[in-house]
DNA sequence: CTCATTTCTTAACTTAAGTGAACGTACCTA
DNA sequence: TAGGTACGTTCACTTAAGTTAAGAAATGAG
């Protein structure tokens, strides 16, 4: 289960026995249960999620309604995002399969941080191409229709379709779920 | 001018006039002209702007029709965001108005990196910044009516609708023009 | 100042998403 | 096994955005 860890880590920065040794020394690692969860709307928690297997989602409660703005898959970091405002979280973070995860506060982070100075350096680059990736995929959402946006899931994330709830997929492509069985209907009957 | 890109970096960290001097050596300023086109789709430049003064966009072009997908005013930074697929730029970035830029390459922020490695410590603290702000954007947007994303606009950014044409403010909000025109037309009605 | 171009608004019509309700299926659980 | 709940699909209807076109207003160049 650790290798999964270290090869995502490889990817920034390279690592010594030593430091791997480390790494598993503060117990990062946890599994929880479909539907357990981890951030509810209000609480002031400064988590970080890395997914090792499984998968958990992002969603806010507006009007009773459940509204998911991501999903986060094997190999995908989850950093929490009220680092601006220090207000409480307004989201919910939750397991839609059975998921094991690496869990880190900023404490951990600072500790590791000053152990070993080049995780300053993963951590640049991490949140780097997280911020190209995220720029990436708002712009795509922006210019493009929930149709569109659809097809596109289907390209670069065809699990997902199989994995997720419907529902919860309408609201992550940002339509309500009959909308959603709708527009494959359409599709499927543009095919033929 | 330099004051302005000074106040910036204090919010991250403390600079010796000594340093202050070796960024100003830099030649970093620019100014350009309403109009002027920073990147086009296809350049593959690694220059990042930093804005003293006045407005610059970023659109893609799509079947001939302009997306802008973001404004860029006093004090916000523009860092491209094709570091990970290493492709060229698909998108434009052009000047709203007459501008005061700072303009910077990966060369230069190399060079400075390397003689004073608090540098990396600001770019960090920068891009998980604009990650943060990034997430909560595309959260709002997705969770809100292109109504509601006006509403909002006309609150967090008040400046922009007067500053920006109005097509460019539609494709930014998701919409046409002509889409634009009724829904504000529909909220002066609701408001008598 | 005038002409041409661009930008913005309005209107009529089309298309697609939102809404509310009904129905079938699968999955629990008592 | 029976009843309940949650989920997905379908339908009819409503609402809002897309499209096309026309005209008014602002901008810019000569």
Chains 1, 2 share one sequence.
């Not at 506060?105 to 991490?126: G, I, T, Y």
């Not at 419907?166 to 992550?172: E, I």
């Amino acid at each position: 289960m650790e290798n999964i860890l270290f090869d995502f880590i490889s990817k920034y920065i390279t690592l010594t026995e030593d430091e791997k040794n480390v790494l598993v020394s503060l117990n990062l690692f946890r599994s929880a249960k479909k539907g357990t969860i981890l951030l509810k709307e209000g609480q002031h928690s400064k988590e970080s999620y890395f997914v090792l297997k499984g998968c958990i989602r992002s969603y806010y409660l507006i009007d009773g309604e459940e509204k998911t703005t991501a999903f986060y898959t094997e190999m995908d970091a989850l950093t929490p995002h009220f680092v601006i405002n220090k207000t409480p979280s307004e989201y919910f973070i939750s397991c839609v399969e059975d998921s094991i995860l690496t869990v880190s506060n900023s404490d951990m982070e600072a500790e590791v941080n000053s152990k070993f100075p080049k995780f300053e350096l993963m951590c640049r680059k991490l949140s780097e191409e997280l911020l190209a990736q995220q720029r990436i995929d708002f712009d795509e959402f922006k210019t493009s229709s929930p149709e569109q946006r659809y097809l596109n899931l289907l390209q670069s994330r065809p699990d997902l379709i199989q994995r997720v709830p419907q529902h919860q997929l309408a609201s992550y492509l940002g339509i309500k779920p009959q909308s959603l069985s709708r527009l494959r209907a359409r599709i499927l009957e543009k095919k033929s």
